[in-house]
């Protein structure tokens, strides 16, 4: 194996190798500390040309290749295996912008550049990079791509597979693909972009993308509403993409509990509204055309405000509040996107990113809390998520003082209970972390034979030897 690294500290340099087993810990553990793997090395090339030289070497040597973007992941796919003869490769160097173009409004980037710079950038030239999630200050494009990400922003601009026009990737042969097209239409055979688009790095290594880019919204309005049921929010959500002429940008679903979590363990956060509610929902409409200040002001928070009150009257609302400015907007939103570390400090719990129809929302979250507590009569639901793509994270944490040993036994139970149901409703059992390691079991259980064949065809005939990110998705 010495020679193994040495013939890859040749491609990348001792700055691109990493063999302690202090400095791989981070590469090999997730984000929830729920997987920890061991690799030979970890390996950060460069540029393209080294992350082929490196995946050839790997293919000769038959050692298999995890790529690794922010380790942000939520279902392992970034994590070697414990007993794998494997090597993380982090796109962690790659982190050049390589071009800008606002008059054609796309930018290119390399795979590992932050997606929170991605966005500033955009900004910077007056245009909007859309992906929006809360790990967004540390997990890479090329995660967000090759999870097909979605975040808090879906429901008017899509996931991440649209909002990329071109990707340049490695394939497990080590061949450099270069399909950096800024095209809008290219009808020209297979499309192999969206074939490595959501692959979760099992058919190849996504190097460079050509993205969308977007006018920079001018006019925001950010509100917190209590409502009274997932009904009501619902039905808030339907009423409002006329009142806000087609401008909701996110719409975001909390139950209370995992609003008391994070206010229990963040610090800093605080209830913008006085009274207790069971549910709530994070409103936000935004516009490009710019809002008029001063005496005749207008804009999308009046629009919002009319339309909270008209919805009080109904019931629908119980009550709200507008914020004033961005501070005010960024403190509500921190409420939101503090969910997911607020859980981690908590203690485990399992997670379960589920999507139906929005319109079977209420329904499944009046059968499937009911199912929760069936399959375990102590747990503690914690719901939040995109209500307005019809994604929840409709969560199980484990009741108060237990630890791992003592609930994992009980998470079997738990997630057969919400994806029969989940299943039942037409729905997904993962609509956008993706499959990794943790649900690999639950895909296979819960897809067609037809589907699961063809996915292990198409891996088959793209990574014969079964050298790329192995043991994710589908077993082969
Ligand atoms: P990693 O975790 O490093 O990798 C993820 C997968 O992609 C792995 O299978 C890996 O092998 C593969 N991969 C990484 N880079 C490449 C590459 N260049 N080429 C090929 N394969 C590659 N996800 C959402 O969808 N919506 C959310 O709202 C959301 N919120 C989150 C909030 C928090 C607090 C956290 C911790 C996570 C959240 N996630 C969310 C999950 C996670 O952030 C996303 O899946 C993200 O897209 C992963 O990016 P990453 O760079 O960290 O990828
Ligand atoms: C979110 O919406 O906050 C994320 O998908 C993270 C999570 O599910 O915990
Ligand atoms: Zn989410």
């Not at 050049?96 to 966005?119: C, F, H, N, S, W």
């Amino acid at each position: 194996m010495s020679d193994f690294v040495e013939k890859l500290r040749a491609i990348v340099g001792d700055k691109g190798l990493i063999t302690d087993e202090q400095g791989k810990h981070p590469y090999v553990t997730d984000w929830r500390e729920s997987f920890v793997g061991n690799a030979l090395a970890v390996v950060r090339p460069a540029n393209t040309r080294e992350v082929a030289d490196v995946v050839r070497l790997c293919a000769a040597e038959k050692v298999s290749v995890v790529p690794q973007g922010g380790n942000t992941g939520l279902v392992g796919g970034g994590i070697p295996q414990e007993k794998g003869r494997e090597i993380v490769l982090s796109l962690n160097r790659m982190t050049r912008i390589t071009d800008i173009d606002p008059i054609g409004y796309t930018m290119t980037v390399e795979a590992g550049v932050i997606l929170k710079t991605i966005q500033e950038t955009a900004a910077a030239h007056d245009r909007l990079f859309p992906l929006s999630l809360a790990a967004e200050g540390s997990c890479s494009i090329g995660g967000n791509l090759s999870t097909n990400a979605g975040g808090v922003q879906v429901l008017h601009y899509g996931n991440a597979r649209q909002l990329v026009l071109g990707l340049e990737v490695v394939t497990p042969q080590g061949e450099i693909w270069n399909g950096l097209r800024a095209l809008k239409k290219d009808n020209t055979g297979y499309d192999l972009r969206d074939l490595y688009l959501g692959a979760e790095g099992t058919l190849g290594i996504i190097t460079r993308a050509v993205l969308k880019l977007w006018p920079k919204p001018k006019d925001v309005a950010t509100a917190w509403v209590a409502v009274p049921s997932p009904e009501a929010a619902v039905a808030l959500l339907s009423g409002a993409h006329a009142a806000s002429e087609d401008n909701v940008t996110s719409c975001e679903l909390m139950g209370r509990q995992g609003i008391d979590l994070v206010l229990q363990h963040i610090p800093g956060a605080t209830d913008p509204l006085s009274g207790r509610h069971d549910w709530y929902v994070l409103f936000e409409w935004s516009s490009t055309r710019a809002r008029r200040e001063g005496a005749n002001a207008g804009g999308l928070r009046e629009k919002m405000e009319a339309y909270l009150g008209e919805a009080m009257e109904q019931g629908l609302v119980l009550d709200a509040t507008i914020a004033q400015n961005e501070t005010q907007a960024r403190a509500l939103w921190a409420l939101r996107e503090n969910h997911t570390e607020a859980s981690k400090k908590e203690g485990p719990s399992v997670k379960h990113d589920i999507s139906v129809a929005v319109s079977k929302i209420p329904a499944f979250v009046t059968e499937g809390l009911a199912a929760m507590r069936k399959a375990l009569p102590e747990c503690r639901p914690v719901t939040f998520g995109h209500v307005g793509d019809g994604n929840l994270h409709f969560n199980c944490q484990a009741p108060a003082g237990w630890d791992k040993a003592r609930f994992l036994p009980h998470a079997h139970a738990v997630n057969a209970a919400v994806y029969d149901l989940v299943v039942s409703y037409g729905g997904s059992i993962s609509a956008e972390h993706g499959i990794g390691l943790l649900k690999v079991d639950e895909l296979a259980h819960y897809r067609s034979k037809v589907e699961i064949d063809t996915m292990r065809t198409i891996k088959r005939a793209l990574d014969p030897q079964n050298l790329m990110n192995p043991g994710k998705i589908v077993r082969v």
